[in-house]
């Protein structure tokens, strides 16, 4: 049976569906600047924009339907992303008292398991160890976390099912916390990739720009924020330093993402992507209609439950 490693995933410029599940912040393996600097620790709470001590929440995507002249759910639809997670209908996750996320699941359209993650603390608070399950496979995937005396995550490494070494990455922080080179290495222990990040205007413009072996220049992304540390803007540059394509974003008074416009290389609009929201007691959203062109594609909805007060 092929074993199966911790997947990762390629943004592409098309792949909305993708982006949006960035935009729910579900996506927690992947590496960001904000998430391997653990010294200023937020919980998964708070960086997913999530409000009030919440337990549990599904999320389920549907075709939209208008009824009654309003956007409502139709028949259940799937998103089909990534290879290893095909076929996927909608997910759940539960959270401990502290605000951190303990597991989540993804499921296929019939209702039966695709994979489940689940994620473990130290005394401490923080994430050292997520195991991904499969049910085909009796072991799970594995990645590990470790910190320096700073609480900085200066290591995370990766196992397949079958417990072998898969990759690793390390980190290097400046005199502020900031992460200012990431060094991937593959199984044998060879460079697969250096990542070396600068930051400009208070940390609000973050160049991230990514090596390979020899050196040379793989490619360049460079990031803008707001004042609340929103993702307002994006350019991805080639090796050639010819810009490749951009984004911009812009937030609601909640802080929910409310649109996403992609850019061609000539700065010409190649898609739009917007969210219409309906939002539960707490201020947490609890349907989204998302709309690409200005046409509805998908119906979201949230349920959510809270621990007893």
Request: charged share 30%; proline share 2%; net charge positive.
């Amino acid at each position: 049976m092929r074993e199966i490693k911790i997947p990762t995933h390629q943004i592409t410029k098309k792949n909305y569906a993708f982006r949006f599940l960035i935009f729910l912040a579900v996506v927690v393996l992947g590496f960001s600047i904000s998430g391997c600097n653990q010294a200023k620790k937020e919980n998964d709470l708070t960086s997913g924009n999530l409000k009030g001590k919440v337990k549990f929440l599904r999320l389920t995507t549907y075709e939209p339907v208008e009824k009654f002249g309003e956007l409502t759910k139709g028949k259940r639809v799937k998103f089909s992303y990534s290879s290893a997670i095909s076929d996927f209908a909608f997910y759940s996750e539960h959270f401990d008292m502290q605000g951190n996320q303990t597991d989540f699941a993804y499921y296929k359209s019939d209702g039966s398991l695709i994979m489940t993650f689940v994620r473990e603390y130290n005394d401490k608070g923080y994430h050292i160890k997520t195991s991904n399950y499969f049910p085909q496979y009796k072991s799970p995937a594995v990645r590990r976390f470790k910190y320096n005396e700073k609480n900085e995550n200066t290591e995370i490494t990766d196992y397949s099912t079958n417990g072998e070494l898969t990759n690793k990455s390390t980190f290097i922080y400046n005199s502020e916390g900031k992460p200012v080179q990431k060094s991937n290495y593959k199984a044998d222990g060879s460079l697969s990739s250096r990542v070396i990040y600068k930051y400009k205007n208070e940390g609000r413009e973050v160049d991230k720009s990514t090596y390979e072996p020899d050196g040379s220049l793989r490619f360049k992304l460079i990031n803008k924020y707001d004042d609340k540390e929103n993702l307002v803007e994006s350019y991805n540059y080639k090796s050639d330093g010819k810009l490749l394509y951009s984004k911009t974003y812009k937030y609601g008074n909640k802080g929910n993402q409310t649109e996403i416009k992609d850019f061609d290389s000539n700065g010409d609009l190649d898609e739009k992507v917007t969210f219409k929201y309906k939002f539960d007691h707490q201020g947490n959203w609890i349907s989204a209609v998302v709309f690409v062109d200005d046409k509805p594609k998908y119906f979201i909805q949230r349920e959510i439950e809270y621990y007893s007060e």
